[in-house]
Nanobody, 126 residues
Framework: QLQLVESGGGLVQPGGSLRLSCVAS????????VGWFRQAPGKEREGISC???????LIENSVKGRFVISRDDAKNTVYLQMNGLKPEDTGIYYC????????????????????WGQGTQVTVSS
């Protein structure tokens, strides 16, 4: 079972950037797909991106062109680079793993993922 730890969240002004990191503190992300989710206050958790073990990426339409997912297996880390941040991007961001090399067929459904981090808070506000 993977143990995932997110970091990199914080307070940023609209239009700003943040890079989130997801590290496996137990286990390895090599040969493992990883997804990013977020949950805004009062809303359900939504999937926004997934990267396969071979670095094929999927990006949800609402963040396409602004967010980029990547991985560095040597560092056992998956990143989410977030640019052009908007107030509606505010929420807790989680990384998760589906225990598979590929992203799930329904890539942005939380129930498809088995291991989760504790989340990191992102607040976009002036």
């Amino acid at each position: 079972q993977l143990q995932l730890v997110e970091s990199g969240g914080g307070l940023v002004q609209p239009g700003g950037s943040l890079r989130l990191s997801c590290v496996a503190s137990r286990g390895t992300l090599r040969d493992q797909a990883v997804g990013w989710f977020r949950q805004a206050p009062g809303k359900e958790r939504e999937g926004i991106s997934c990267i396969t073990a071979t670095a094929f990426t999927l990006i949800e339409n609402s963040v396409k062109g602004r967010f980029v997912i990547s991985r560095d297996d040597a560092k056992n880390t998956v990143y989410l680079q977030m640019n052009g941040l908007k107030p509606e991007d505010t929420g807790i961001y989680y990384c998760a793993a589906p225990r598979n090399t590929a992203c799930p067929n329904i890539a942005f459904e939380a129930y498809e993922y088995d291991d989760w981090g504790q989340g990191t808070q992102v607040t976009v506000s002036s």
